[in-house]
């Protein structure tokens, strides 16, 4: 773990602050067909915010679109029990949710954006200066995840309009590509 410039912020809260983010990580999808320059945007370790609530799927497998984004997450609100016959898995990240890009991944003309679900308050700060050794070892394993369930058929809920349009839009950007402020 290197710490660089962590004043705000002591060793315990540090501590604290991976207990409470890394332990029962779970991976959401939320598929979309995102432009280059869009997918540009996305740098390792990079922080971003999303100012909309953020729906993503925790049924997992192969993908209609070419873009993929990734999010590891203990943290994402199960709204499936909600939802009325479409069977979407559908799971939401708060409004103004912060996510750090852990790399970025081809594979079969398709392309993985790996997100870190970030603390819900402050403490995503942390993230900005600290950079662990563990989120490599989960970068590769939502590869690993990544390459072997995009080699399975899609699933048909996941590729209904209605479903796409609800994951269209880029994470982190507004309309005109410009990220949104932390």
């Keep these: 773990m290197s710490l660089g410039a962590t004043s705000q912020f002591n060793i ?4 604290q602050a991976i207990n409470d983010i890394f332990p029962g990580l779970s991976i959401f999808a939320r598929d979309s067909n995102l432009s280059s320059k869009t997918e540009n945007f996305y740098k390792k370790n990079t922080i971003i915010r999303e100012k909309a609530f953020v ?3 925790y049924r997992v497998q192969g993908m209609v679109t070419t873009h993929r984004y990734m999010i590891l997450s203990n943290h994402m609100k199960d709204l499936s029990s909600y939802e009325h016959g479409t069977n979407w898995g559908l799971c939401i990240a708060n409004r103004d949710s912060h996510f750090k890009v852990l790399g970025c991944h ?4 398709r392309t ?17 200066k600290v950079h662990l050794s563990l989120e490599e070892d989960i970068l590769n394993r939502a590869i690993y995840s990544f390459e072997t369930k995009t080699q399975l058929p899609p699933i048909p809920e996941l590729t209904t309009n209605d479903w796409l349009k609800r994951c269209e839009f880029p994470l982190g950007v507004d309309n005109n590509g410009e990220p949104w402020p932390l």
């Design 12 to 15: 315990e809260e540090i501590q």
């Design 55 to 57: 729906d993503a799927s």
């Design 106 to 109: 081809c594979f079969n003309q």
């Design 112 to 128: 993985a954006i790996i997100l870190l679900h970030l603390p819900d308050d402050d403490r995503w700060k942390l993230f900005e």
